[in-house]
């Protein structure tokens, strides 16, 4: 008769082994499910009132769940959404917005880490609005920001949101200047949006925040050609990560090359000396260094009238960006447009109505059903 014990053991345990070697399953216990199954108890929704107080007072949990609502395309979550954002727009605006950028590989989660977990350390309270890129093909994200940022995410002066770009070329959400101000309400003194790579495309950032910052590394070939020259033109910043070991000389070179290239660049902000620092995220090394520049760059703007002046072109350009979103939306959601749509696609692919003659058929359902 085989020993009870024997038939709970993999082969390979020695034959006077006792039951350390043994696994057992255990019998669960059966309790009956609720009517309908799974899922259990429904979230309530909150009113308007409960968000707004929620932001103000710093519940991390509200802020979420606002900034779900507000990056929410449901009409009615849009109405609300919008309702809570002119409630909170008093108590924006008082923080330092940030943008990073740079190549695949720069490092920008470590270095926004290190950066982050080091002011939070000084008292500030930081948001980081970390945008993933959406999948082309099922219109999913990572969001893994939080735990390649484990660290910082885990610091109660810091607060990380990450967010899908829903395809968006800019590199940010089409939501993210009213999460910018939603984080300002609910105390963050420091925002710092990170983006999905760069290019000549990918600049929206810069129309959103006060500093624009370019991470670039040494070592990787040729340095200075994945960068776009676009996108140099508009940084007031730019930072080579990663000089550490072996890679410190490549890096003081680069550093050295690029300074060359922005000192016969017109800088973005006016009277202001575009600086190319090093720094590594990794161990820590120049990063107190980065944001001294960055505190110089403030101090440049509020001497000169500048910010205000800035945040102004910034509402100005959220007005436009609302605009496109809210006439996209009308034109999709009309009933003429919706229900002609999926014919006109079908004939466009197939080569029989020409591109333009199915936009123009379009604009006319929805201006004919308008009237």
Same mark, same amino acid.
């Given at each position: 008769?085989?020993?009870?014990?024997?038939?709970?053991?993999?082969?390979?345990?020695?034959?006077?082994?006792?039951?350390?070697?043994?696994?057992?399953?255990?019998?669960?216990?059966?309790?009956?499910?609720?009517?309908?199954?799974?899922?259990?108890?429904?979230?309530?929704?909150?009113?308007?009132?409960?968000?707004?107080?929620?932001?103000?007072?710093?519940?991390?949990?509200?802020?979420?769940?606002?900034?779900?609502?507000?990056?929410?395309?449901?009409?009615?979550?849009?109405?609300?959404?919008q309702e809570v954002l002119q409630r909170l727009m008093p108590h924006a605006g008082r923080s330092m917005r940030v943008g990073i950028s740079g190549v695949p590989g720069a490092g920008k989660s470590t270095f926004i880490e290190a950066l982050g977990s080091m002011l939070c350390e000084q008292g500030h309270r930081v948001a980081v609005l970390a945008v993933d890129p959406s999948s082309t093909l099922s219109g999913g994200s990572i969001l893994g920001d939080k735990t390649r940022m484990e660290r910082l995410s885990a610091h109660p002066n810091a607060y990380i949101r990450p967010s899908p770009t829903g395809g968006n070329l800019g590199g940010v959400t089409e939501k993210s200047r009213s999460t910018i101000q939603v984080c300002e309400a609910a105390g963050y003194d420091v925002i710092i949006v990170e983006t999905v790579g760069v290019g000549q495309n990918e600049i929206a950032v810069r129309g959103m925040v006060d500093c624009y910052m370019l991470l670039g590394i040494a070592g990787a070939g040729d340095d200075l050609q994945g960068i776009k020259k676009g996108v140099i033109e508009i940084a007031d910043l730019f930072v080579v990560n990663k000089a550490d070991g072996d890679n410190k000389a490549r890096a003081r070179r680069t550093q050295a090359e690029m300074s060359t290239v922005l000192h016969y660049l017109t800088p973005y902000t006016p009277e202001w000396s575009v600086q190319a620092l090093t720094c590594s995220a990794?161990? *820590?090394? *120049?990063?107190? %260094?980065?944001?001294?520049?960055?505190?110089?760059?403030?101090?440049?703007?509020?001497?000169? *009238?500048?910010?205000?002046?800035?945040?102004?072109?910034?509402?100005?350009?959220?007005?436009? %960006?609302?605009?496109?979103?809210?006439?996209?939306?009308?034109?999709? %959601?009309?009933?003429?447009?919706?229900?002609?749509?999926?014919?006109? %696609?079908?004939?466009?692919?197939? *080569?029989?109505?020409?591109?333009?003659?199915?936009?123009?058929?379009?604009?006319?359902?929805?201006?004919?059903?308008?009237?």
């Amino acid at each position: 008769m085989t020993h009870p014990d024997r038939d709970n053991k993999p082969e390979w345990a020695p034959p006077n082994a006792g039951n350390e070697f043994a696994s057992f399953v255990m019998r669960g216990v059966n309790t009956p499910s609720p009517a309908g199954g799974l899922p259990g108890k429904k979230r309530r929704s909150l009113t308007v009132d409960e968000h707004v107080d929620g932001v103000l007072s710093g519940n991390r949990m509200i802020l979420a769940r606002t900034i779900t609502l507000i990056e929410s395309n449901a009409p009615a979550h849009r109405d609300m959404g919008q309702e809570v954002l002119q409630r909170l727009m008093p108590h924006a605006g008082r923080s330092m917005r940030v943008g990073i950028s740079g190549v695949p590989g720069a490092g920008k989660s470590t270095f926004i880490e290190a950066l982050g977990s080091m002011l939070c350390e000084q008292g500030h309270r930081v948001a980081v609005l970390a945008v993933d890129p959406s999948s082309t093909l099922s219109g999913g994200s990572i969001l893994g920001d939080k735990t390649r940022m484990e660290r910082l995410s885990a610091h109660p002066n810091a607060y990380i949101r990450p967010s899908p770009t829903g395809g968006n070329l800019g590199g940010v959400t089409e939501k993210s200047r009213s999460t910018i101000q939603v984080c300002e309400a609910a105390g963050y003194d420091v925002i710092i949006v990170e983006t999905v790579g760069v290019g000549q495309n990918e600049i929206a950032v810069r129309g959103m925040v006060d500093c624009y910052m370019l991470l670039g590394i040494a070592g990787a070939g040729d340095d200075l050609q994945g960068i776009k020259k676009g996108v140099i033109e508009i940084a007031d910043l730019f930072v080579v990560n990663k000089a550490d070991g072996d890679n410190k000389a490549r890096a003081r070179r680069t550093q050295a090359e690029m300074s060359t290239v922005l000192h016969y660049l017109t800088p973005y902000t006016p009277e202001w000396s575009v600086q190319a620092l090093t720094c590594s995220a990794l161990k *820590g090394d *120049g990063v107190a %260094e980065v944001w001294e520049s960055v505190t110089r760059f403030f101090a440049h703007l509020k001497e000169h *009238g500048w910010l205000e002046q800035r945040r102004a072109q910034q509402n100005v350009g959220w007005l436009h %960006e609302l605009m496109n979103q809210e006439l996209r939306h009308l034109f999709l %959601e009309n009933p003429a447009v919706a229900k002609e749509l999926p014919h006109l %696609e079908k004939e466009v692919a197939a *080569g029989k109505t020409p591109v333009y003659q199915a936009a123009k058929s379009l604009l006319s359902c929805f201006q004919n059903k308008s009237r």
